[in-house]
C-alpha cells in the first residue's frame, strides 16, 4: 500500500469553522501521514457525545458547530475510502450539516439515527483501510485501523439503541489486543497469523445482521 497523506486544515477542523466542512488545502494546511491521521479515529465519538449533551442543555449553537466539524471528518475520510464507500460518507457527511442547519427543531432521534449511521460507514471504510495495510505487511497501520473499526462499530450498536452481547464485546476487546500487538515489531506476524481483519469483516456482518443495516464493503 502506497503511503497516503492527508492535507486539511487542522485549526479550521478542529474548531468547526466552515472552512473545516470544505477542507480547503489552499490555507495554512498541515500535511499527515496516514498513521498520523487515522489517530483521530475517534474525534466524530466525541463531538458527537458533546452534541448530544449540549442539545439536551438547551445549546443548540454549540451542538451545530460540532456537527460541522463531524460533517469535516465524513467528508475527508469519503475522500480518500474505497469506491464502494465515497458516496455513502458523502451523504453522512451531507446528513450532519443538513442536522447542523436545522439545529433548532431536528430531534434527538434524528441524531441517534445519523450518528449511527456515520459509526456504521466508519467501520466499513477503516476495515476497508485495515484490509490494505494487512495486504501490504504494513502492522502498525493494521492494527491502528483495527482499533477505528472496532471502535465504529461499538458506536454503531451504542447509537442505535442495542445491545452489546457479550460475544460481541469479547470479539471487540480480542481485536483490540491484536491491534495493539500489531502495532510490536515482535508481535507482528503472530498477530497477523490470527487473521484479525476476517475476523473484524465477521464481526461487522454479525453486527449488520442485529442493527438491521447494509454492508457495502465488498467479500475480502
Known sequence: MPVKF???????????????EEHD?????????????????????????????????GNRSAAAGDLGVAAAYLAIESDRAHAELVEPLGNAAAE???????????????????FARAHWLLAQHFIAEARDARDARNGNATGLYLWAATHHIERTLLWSNERIARDVSRTIDELRDIGGRLQKGATVEAAFREKPVVRAEALLRKVAR????????AED
Do not use: C, H, K
Open 25 to 57: 488545502t489552499r490555507r495554512s494546511a498541515v500535511v499527515l501521514d496516514e498513521n498520523v491521521w487515522v489517530a483521530f479515529y475517534d474525534l466524530p465519538s466525541r463531538r458527537f457525545r458533546d452534541i448530544y449533551s449540549a442539545v439536551v442543555a
Open 210 to 217: 442485529q442493527v438491521d443495516r447494509p454492508v457495502r464493503l
Open 6 to 20: 492527508i492535507a486539511l486544515v487542522l485549526i479550521a477542523l478542529f474548531s468547526g469553522s466552515a472552512a473545516a
Open 96 to 114: 450532519l450539516r443538513t442536522l447542523a442547519a436545522g439545529i433548532e427543531t431536528a430531534t434527538l432521534a434524528e441524531f441517534d439515527r445519523a
